[in-house]
Nanobody
Framework: QVHLVESGGGLVQAGGSLRLSCAAS????????MGWFRQAPGEEREFVAA????????YYTDSVKGRFTISRDNAKNTVYLQMIDLKPEDTAVYYC????????????WGQGTQVTVSS
């Protein structure tokens, strides 16, 4: 089992930046692909980005390509999401999760961190 805790959310103006962190506890973290997801009010949770276990390969949903970067530090059991040029439509609760590689599904969810982008 992996226990995940997200942090780094907040209120930012459009065009601003935030970096989210996801700290993982539990064995074998470095063996898992990890991902970020988000859920806006009244919407379904959607995939944002994923990174393989080694950190060398990533994929993103189209709406964040060129603005968001996922990374990981296996020595720190942490996954990051660097977000730049934020837009009001990026407002959501952001979650990290384990991801079966190549999919846009997740499991072992954290509690989420709120990101609010004002226009």
């Amino acid at each position: 089992q992996v226990h995940l805790v997200e942090s780094g959310g907040g209120l930012v103006q459009a065009g601003g930046s935030l970096r989210l962190s996801c700290a993982a506890s539990g064995r074998f973290f470095s063996s898992y692909a990890m991902g970020w997801f988000r859920q806006a009010p009244g919407e379904e949770r959607e995939f944002v980005a994923a990174i393989n276990w080694r950190g060398g390969t990533t994929y993103y949903t189209d709406s964040v390509k060129g603005r968001f970067t996922i990374s990981r530090d296996n020595a720190k059991n942490t996954v990051y999401l660097q977000m730049i040029d934020l837009k009001p439509e990026d407002t959501a609760v952001y979650y990290c999760a384990r991801v079966p590689w190549g999919t846009r599904r997740g499991d072992s969810w954290g509690q989420g961190t709120q990101v609010t982008v004002s226009s």
